[in-house]
């Protein structure tokens, strides 16, 4: 019901131009990121995947690992908005079915797997990992079991899903991961003591709550914005326009308060 709701208000703003005018709002200064997150990509959604996939290639330029070290790095200025598209699990049908569209229209794929995961039936296979990697993609560590970081977390709980997951995936991959993705990102399922061990073993650490990347963006605190396959062009629109930035900003200052972060 929620989910048909927003893609009511998101077609009615999308007639009326209020999500244009938002989008081009958000986004007058160009040397900006966005990072979108995904989830299943199954057959009967490669349509309306595709036709989110034509519109950010308009609107977006596409940004790879090297670009984005650059960018990070101030060693990179953005002359349009640059798009980072993440598949969270490790999914088999993100690399079976939207693998091809991605390459077809230009894009670096940043998956997000879960390293204890790697099925073949459900989810990747650490082999299918590792031809993305050969491919030019990204594999990032989304814990060791898709565990939701709790406070009641154990130290034994939190070396297994952040350190000896990523270390799997260096043994298995032959490449060190220097990206960590949160899963869930309910708000108490951020902590300070998950965010402390997520900085000894990596470099970026992306979580969902919605914001733009900066060249200055805290490099632990990189907020993605949630599109989903199946939605309409008019739905993916509105969340990237702007509008999920203005509704997450408040529990972005509780995240950093729950990570002892300093407020945005």
Request: net charge negative; with cysteine; glycine share 6%.
């Amino acid at each position: 019901m929620v989910e048909l709701v927003k893609m009511i208000i998101a077609w009615i703003y999308a007639v009326l131009g209020i999500t244009g005018r938002r989008f081009r709002r958000t986004y007058s200064d160009p040397n900006v990121i966005r990072i979108v997150n995904y989830h299943r990509t199954p057959a009967n959604e490669l349509k309306t995947f595709a036709k989110q996939l034509r519109w950010y290639r308009k609107v977006f330029v596409n940004i790879d690992y090297e670009q984005f070290e650059k960018f990070m790095n101030g060693e990179l200025t953005l002359e349009k908005p640059g798009v980072i598209l993440t598949f969270d699990d490790g999914l088999l049908n993100n690399y079976e079915q939207a693998l091809p569209l991605l390459e077809r229209y230009g894009f670096t794929g940043w998956f997000m797997v879960s390293a204890g995961n790697a099925d073949g039936v459900e989810y990747m296979t650490y082999e299918n990992m590792q031809d993305l990697l050969r491919r030019g993609h990204v594999i990032g560590c989304h814990t060791f079991t898709h565990h939701r970081m709790d406070e009641a977390d154990t130290e034994e709980i939190l070396e297994k899903e952040i350190t000896e997951a990523g270390m799997l995936l260096e043994d298995m991959l032959g490449k060190k991961t220097d990206i960590f993705c949160w899963c869930g990102g309910e708000e108490n399922t951020y902590t300070a003591k998950a965010e402390e061990k997520i900085e000894q073993s990596y470099k970026y650490g992306f979580m969902t709550n919605s914001d733009l990347v900066h060249p200055d963006t805290d490099r632990y605190h990189l907020q993605r914005t949630n599109v989903e396959a199946r939605w309409p062009l008019s739905l993916a629109q509105f969340q990237l326009a702007g509008f999920m930035d203005d509704m997450y900003k408040e529990k972005r200052e509780r995240v950093n308060a729950l990570t002892a972060r300093e407020a945005e």
